[in-house]
Nanobody
């Protein structure tokens, strides 16, 4: 059973960088054919896909967030990390990490609330 757990600060100040880590257990982030994704849900809105890191290490980001997004990984810890720079209150959301394959997202973390406020 694959499990994912998000961790990171719940409060970030405007213009700073949001940094979240997803720790994966029950499966390796280097296993073919999976993608390891970040997704968010702002209050009162739908899910927004942010980007992923492929099992090979390649990355792909949402065009609307690409200029501010970086996803990296630590294979020794079986973790992957999201960094979102120059945040504004519009980046306030519940952030999820998830495993993705060609059929969609099959395992999700429980989500973590991030609020952008001074």
């Amino acid at each position: 059973q694959v499990q994912l757990q998000e961790s990171g600060p719940g409060l970030v100040k405007p213009s700073q960088t949001l940094s979240l880590t997803c720790t994966v257990s029950g499966g390796s982030i280097t296993t073919n054919p999976y993608y390891w994704s970040w997704i968010r849900q702002p209050p009162g809105k739908g899910l927004e896909w942010i980007g992923y890191i492929h099992y090979s290490g390649s990355t792909y980001y949402s065009p609307s967030l690409k200029s501010r997004t970086s996803i990296s990984r630590d294979t020794s810890k079986n973790q992957f990390t999201l960094q979102l720079s120059s945040v504004t209150p519009e980046d306030t959301a519940v952030y999820y990490c998830a495993r993705e394959n060609d059929q969609g997202h099959d395992y999700w973390g429980q989500g973590t609330q991030v609020t952008v406020s001074s």
